[in-house]
């Protein structure tokens, strides 16, 4: 019986050398993986700060910068391009203390190219916003965006990186000399869970 169990047992060593890889001779099936595909999807968020542009007058500021937070979801439709939305909110202050408070609701498209580790999203999303203002309320409004970012690629499920964005809320009245224009540009930093 001893015999036999050597036998066997040696025969299942050699077989391991028989079967071994030569070094250097790896199966190629092919098949290059791409970081993002068609189908992959991520959420994103940014914190950051919401300045206005053009709300002073006589060289005062009128609109203090304020504070924002966006949340997003996004899947891709090939390599470089994802369609998806996301919804923010924001506030600033005003000279006289009162809360401008915006959050808009928009829709759009990534285009991302990649150099790397490195990817460099940019959105161009339209869609609505509510806004509050000295208790009176505006909805909807119109919110058009346009954001751009630089964010590193930590491994397959998460980056982190920085993003500006350029966003318009205009303020449309019957009355056309009441309307208004708000321009407001954001600098964020922002993480991405990628599945």
Same mark, same amino acid.
């Given at each position: 019986?001893?015999?036999?169990?050597?036998?066997?047992?040696?025969?299942?060593?050699?077989?391991?050398?028989?079967?071994?890889?030569?070094?250097? =001779?790896?199966?190629? =099936?092919?098949?290059?993986?791409?970081?993002?595909?068609?189908?992959?999807?991520?959420?994103?968020?940014?914190?950051? %700060?919401? #300045?206005?542009?053009?709300? %002073?007058?006589?060289?005062?500021?009128?609109?203090?910068?304020?504070?924002?937070? *966006?949340?997003?979801?996004?899947?891709?439709? $090939?390599?470089?391009?994802?369609?998806?939305? *996301?919804?923010?909110?924001?506030? $600033?202050?005003?000279?006289?203390?009162?809360?401008?408070?915006?959050?808009?609701?928009?829709?759009?498209?990534?285009? &991302?190219?990649?150099? @790397? =580790?490195?990817? !460099?999203? #940019?959105? /161009?999303?339209?869609?609505?916003?509510?806004?509050?203002? &000295? @208790?009176?309320?505006?909805?909807? %409004?119109? /919110? /058009?965006?346009? *954001?751009?970012?630089? !964010?590193?690629?930590?491994? *397959?499920?998460?980056?982190?990186?920085?993003?500006? %964005?350029?966003?318009? #809320?205009?303020?449309? !009245?019957? =009355?056309? &000399?009441? $309307?208004?224009?708000?321009?407001?540009?954001? /600098?964020?930093?922002?993480?991405?869970?990628? !599945?």
């Amino acid at each position: 019986m001893k015999r036999f169990l050597s036998i066997i047992l040696s025969l299942l060593f050699i077989t391991g050398f028989v079967f071994a890889e030569e070094e250097g =001779d790896e199966y190629d =099936d092919g098949y290059v993986y791409e970081v993002n595909g068609a189908g992959d999807q991520f959420i994103k968020i940014n914190l950051g %700060s919401i #300045i206005p542009l053009n709300f %002073s007058s006589d060289g005062i500021n009128r609109l203090y910068s304020g504070g924002v937070m *966006e949340l997003g979801y996004y899947r891709f439709l $090939n390599k470089w391009l994802a369609v998806g939305g *996301e919804m923010s909110a924001s506030y $600033n202050i005003s000279v006289g203390e009162k809360i401008l408070v915006m959050i808009p609701f928009t829709f759009g498209i990534m285009y &991302q190219p990649t150099y @790397n =580790d490195f990817e !460099f999203p #940019i959105f /161009a999303e339209i869609g609505f916003s509510y806004e509050s203002w &000295q @208790n009176m309320d505006y909805f909807p %409004s119109l /919110a /058009a965006k346009l *954001e751009a970012g630089g !964010f590193y690629r930590i491994n *397959e499920i998460c980056s982190v990186g920085l993003n500006t %964005s350029f966003m318009w #809320i205009p303020q449309w !009245f019957k =009355d056309s &000399q009441y $309307n208004k224009n708000g321009l407001f540009m954001t /600098a964020s930093i922002g993480a991405r869970y990628h !599945f």
